[in-house]
């Protein structure tokens, strides 16, 4: 009976695992190829237009995020979170979502002439009518997506994510060419949404019926709703550097920090997107192991590092060419702030990990504890810094970063007894090799190049020569894990093609 019990838990164990391959493998081609495109489509637009009209956008941003954060409420969590859940429990969020969807979007439009009064630009009035629309569209695909999250299936993801992008990217470019301004980003921002609706409906099988039920979303809220709690929270401050700049200085200063931010963001974002877009499901599929959860967790952190270190040394160091080859030499302004996002987002992949963990644990209440004391200091330090301009709230930024990632590995140290010290330990060869590949990166720079993008793509390919170089050198864990993951994946394919 017991040998029965260890292989049925062994044949489980190893299907995860596959899973979680295979779900890797998908979500990152889902975020390089959406977030490739979706960048490729932003280069062309700063093109044709100003960091001024990319303010506009942003100073909405707030606005939207939050009211869609109150749309989802945690739930989309909380069905991947459950072991359990119903027809129901899923059409019940289905209907809540259209609701609250409704009522955000009407309240934004009623709020819209205060909010352009608030930034001393009309035209947000129009904007904000427009962009509305976004807050009741995803609502109507949001389950579909959640099923394919607790499936592990990215690979539709990929397929709705790609065209959705690419599509809404063409008419948001077609419209700038043709001098339409801010109203191309609110274009390519709707069709975004349509699209990927549109597809949803269309790939994924599930269908609402006519069920709902309040008790089933309040059982479901009393995990989302300190979850949607600390997203609220998260949400407000994470655009609330969008909203000091926008009010404090000017549209160009916001568009200008909103261009660094996307730059840098496309490096971290995919990074950290893909990740946790696996291990959530994984980590909960697990809960209740803390020995498994603990070498998932180990694992999670080096192949973080093994990417997210290089890749915001190495834009740091080369953000000049990048910024003056990618946006043009109208957005030179921006480099010095790319430098300090980058600083800054150095350890954000492993804070939203540590969060992670807690999520799948079913601790929503230390996840909103967490946020709401590192809100409450980062609210102190813009405080403090904003009378140094951008730069000085970027350098509270980075002050944050390094704070909050004391404070949300505490719980994981009590949780699965992954302390600080073995954190740091299965960290540092990982900052090591990234510091060392800098240090060529930097040096690189006084080799005599005619051009920006010479040099930029001089120092690209030397970054990433020396980086798998000293990777293999120093036989990194992750590096060799995927090495290995990569190897089985073209082997699987191959055997597949010549049985065909």
């Known amino acids: ?48 237009l100003t960091p001024a009209q990319f303010g506009l956008v942003g100073m909405l941003s707030l606005f939207i995020d939050v009211a869609r954060v109150f749309i989802d409420s945690g739930f989309g969590a909380a069905l991947i979170q459950r072991k359990k859940v119903t027809e129901v429990d899923e059409c019940s969020i289905f209907y809540f979502g259209i609701f609250a969807g409704l009522v955000a979007a009407g309240l934004l439009c009623a709020g819209a002439p205060w909010i352009a009064r608030f930034y001393g630009q009309p035209i947000l009035t129009p904007l904000m009518y427009a962009l509305s629309v976004t807050l009741v569209l995803p609502s109507l695909s949001s389950v579909q997506n959640a099923l394919l999250s607790k499936r592990i299936d990215f690979k539709t993801q990929l397929k709705i994510g790609l065209s ?29 949404n349509v699209f990927r609706t549109v597809f949803f409906w269309w790939l994924v099988s599930w269908r609402p019926r006519w069920l709902f039920s309040l008790a089933a979303l309040r059982e479901m809220f009393s995990f989302g709703s300190r979850l949607l709690a600390s997203t609220l929270l998260n949400t407000i401050f994470e655009n609330l550097y969008l909203v000091v700049i926008g009010k404090l200085f000017s549209a160009t200063h916001l568009g200008l920090y909103a261009g660094a931010r996307k730059i840098q963001s496309v490096a971290t974002t995919n990074v950290t997107g893909v990740v946790m877009q696996v291990a959530f499901p994984v980590f909960s599929a ?61 350890l ?19 996840f909103f504890r967490l946020e709401l004391l590192k809100k409450t200091l980062t609210v102190i330090l813009i405080a403090i810094t904003c009378f140094w301009g951008v730069r000085g709230i970027l350098w509270s930024q980075v002050v944050m970063s390094v704070l909050g990632y004391f404070f949300n590995s505490y719980y994981t140290t009590r949780l699965i007894g992954y302390s600080l010290r073995e954190q740091f330990a299965d960290l540092a060869p990982y900052a090591a090799v990234s510091a060392l590949m800098g240090g060529g990166v930097y040096l690189a720079q006084f080799v005599p190049l005619a051009g920006d993008t010479l040099r930029l793509a001089l120092e690209v390919l030397l970054g990433i020569a020396l980086y798998v170089g000293l990777s293999g050198v120093f036989r990194l864990p992750a590096f060799l894990e995927m090495v290995h993951a990569i190897h089985e994946r073209w082997r699987s394919y191959t055997l597949s093609w010549e049985k065909t």
């Open 286 to 346: 697990i809960q209740d192991d803390s020995a498994r959860l603990k070498r998932s967790m180990r694992k999670a952190m080096m192949m973080l590092a093994l990417v997210n270190f290089p890749l915001m040394a190495g834009l740091a160091l080369t953000a000049r060419p990048v910024v003056h080859v990618l946006l043009t030499e109208k957005w030179a302004a921006a480099v010095p702030w790319l430098q300090l996002l980058c600083l800054a987002n150095l």
């Open 348 to 366: 954000y992949p492993f804070h939203a990990l540590h969060l992670n963990l807690l999520t799948a644990k079913g601790r929503s209440d230390l």
């Open 1 to 48: 009976m017991e040998n029965s019990s260890k292989l049925r838990g062994d044949a489980t164990s190893a299907t995860l695992k596959s899973k979680a391959i295979g779900g890797v493998f998908w979500s990152l081609l889902d975020r390089v190829g959406q977030q490739g495109i979706a960048f490729v489509i932003a280069v062309l637009l700063a093109h044709f």
């Open 164 to 192: 959705a992008t690419l599509l809404s990217g063409i008419i948001g470019v077609a419209m700038a060419v043709q001098g339409c301004g801010v109203w191309s980003l609110a274009a390519q921002y709707i069709g975004n």
